[in-house]
């Protein structure tokens, strides 16, 4: 690799630093192309990416950034994974690494806050994005069907009167 693709190397895992809501960094000692290949493609699914990188250019790309703090978990044979979503790339490690023993996390950042593999555990607990949205939105529809219930209810009381008063007056 000559300097030029160092440069752009570490240019590409810099933007990736500033712009990831959490970096996940797992070690990955014996894990074959084709188990990497199914990470990558959950990551994938999930919104996020794997990125193998040499541990020195990352640590240069870190210098800086607001997860620099990850720069000592780099040694060893090391895979980043990093989403915009700040839980989507710890969920897929964690349910990853629980499979696939060969997989073990070391840590990560989620922005200036660096995280210890309980921490990314922690993290990968949290609902998602998209969980939080359906949640809020569910509680912000909900008074309104109440409301509408608690309005149609007195309706229905008495319509429910008046049929039964009908009904003795029949009989």
Do not use: H, W
Not at 94 to 116: C, F, H, P, R, S
Request: some cysteine; charged content about 20%; overall charge negative.
């Amino acid at each position: 690799m000559d300097r030029a693709q160092k440069e752009k190397v570490v240019d590409e895992l810099g933007q990736i630093f500033e712009s990831s809501g959490v970096v996940v960094v797992a070690q990955y000692t014996g894990i074959t192309v084709a188990e990497m290949q199914v990470l990558r493609a959950r990551m994938r699914d999930a919104g996020g990416a794997v990125r193998v990188a040499k541990n020195k250019l990352a640590k240069i790309a870190l210098e800086g950034k607001p997860c620099e703090s990850i720069s000592g978990l780099l040694t060893g044979m090391t895979v980043l994974a990093y989403s915009e979503d700040p839980v989507a790339a710890a969920k897929v490690v964690d349910a990853y690494a629980k499979e696939n023993q060969k997989l073990v996390i070391i840590g990560g950042a989620m922005g200036e806050t660096a995280l210890d593999p309980a921490g990314v555990k922690a993290v990968a607990a949290m609902p998602s994005r998209e969980e939080l949205i359906a949640s809020i939105v569910g509680c912000i529809g909900a008074p309104a069907s109440n409301i509408a219930g608690a309005i149609g209810a007195p309706a229905s009381n008495i319509a429910s009167i008046l049929t039964t008063l009908e009904e003795r007056e029949a009989a």
